[in-house]
């Protein structure tokens, strides 16, 4: 696993956004041709009902809480807690934030639908949870970073279960996502002109 972050650090930014888009659309086929399987109509429909006052309580905040939690541990805890090899800084530095935008909304929507639509539901928090995690492979050589993506993973299986709906769960990622790679892409911009 440290040899993946290792080969990462190696990658180009073009190379390194090449391989976050193929996983992405990897995993929205996946999503899309499982829901074909996998519901009838009405269910599809239901997973996708927009409440607004779902997607502002649970969603915007429930990811105001995991992020004030992220930035007391931030600023708390030790760095190489949080250090996950460069691989955020590599993903997310130089990019416009409109990309941002759009890169932190393709990764909520695609790995909600998946994890929370497709796999919870059909087979449950931890199940969707467990897999989550592993996915993030990067972190499983940092106990403290996978103790986080658990937590997270966890964390929005209950804002899924909590309002029967994908939205409050995507628009909770998307806002932890976006937020923190402002964070690691202003950091930067910083430490640039301070250079």
Not at 63 to 92: C, Q, S, T
Not at 148 to 164: A, C, K, M, P, R
């Amino acid at each position: 696993m440290r040899r993946q972050s290792e080969q990462i650090k190696q990658m180009t930014d073009r190379e390194v956004l090449i391989h976050l888009y193929i996983t992405q659309g990897l995993l929205l086929l996946l999503a899309g041709g499982s829901s074909l399987f996998l519901f009838a109509r009405e269910e599809w429909r239901r997973l996708w009902q927009f409440e607004l006052r779902d997607v502002l309580v649970y969603g915007a905040g429930g990811a105001a809480f995991v992020l004030a939690a992220e930035f007391l541990a931030m600023r708390y805890l030790p760095d190489d807690w949080h250090d996950d090899g460069g691989v955020n800084e590599k993903i997310f530095r130089g990019r416009s934030i409109p990309h941002l935008f759009f890169l932190c909304a393709l990764i909520a929507v695609t790995e909600e639908w998946l994890f929370r639509g497709i796999v919870q539901t059909h087979w449950g928090l931890w199940a969707a949870s467990a897999i989550f995690a592993v996915l993030h492979v990067r972190y499983l050589e940092k106990w403290f970073l996978f103790m986080v993506v658990v937590l997270l993973s966890l964390f929005l299986g209950v804002l899924y279960e909590q309002t029967d709906s994908l939205w409050a769960a995507i628009t909770a990622h998307f806002l932890i996502d976006f937020v923190l790679a402002l964070h690691v892409r202003l950091k930067r911009g910083a430490e640039e002109e301070r250079e």
